[in-house]
């Protein structure tokens, strides 16, 4: 069970680069570490939140697990909580 975060380097707006911040275990614990964060929940999209390089230390202070994109995408299918834009909306912030 751990809130995973990649690298941020992936352009975005604003001139940053961006992680993605993913649970292995659920979407509350995901939305729960967001919500500590301060990462609003605009921010959530399918089955991540998009956070800027601005956060990424913060995140990893606060217990999110530095991984590689590959490791953090296979973690996220392997926990069956991958969302990918071809299947129907699930898990979003409102517990939808």
């Known amino acids: 069970m751990s809130v995973l975060i990649d690298w941020p380097n992936w352009p975005g707006p604003r001139r940053l680069l961006w992680s993605h911040l993913v649970s292995d275990h659920s979407y509350d614990e995901l939305h729960g570490f967001a919500q500590l964060l301060g990462v ?57």
């Open 40 to 96: 609003p929940p605009r921010a959530f999209d399918r089955d991540h939140y998009d956070v800027p390089e601005t956060i990424y230390d913060r995140a990893v202070l606060l217990g999110a697990e530095p991984v590689s994109s590959r490791e953090l995408v296979s973690r996220l299918r392997a926990a069956g909580l991958r969302n990918p834009k071809w299947r129907p909306l699930a898990g979003g912030p409102s517990g939808e």
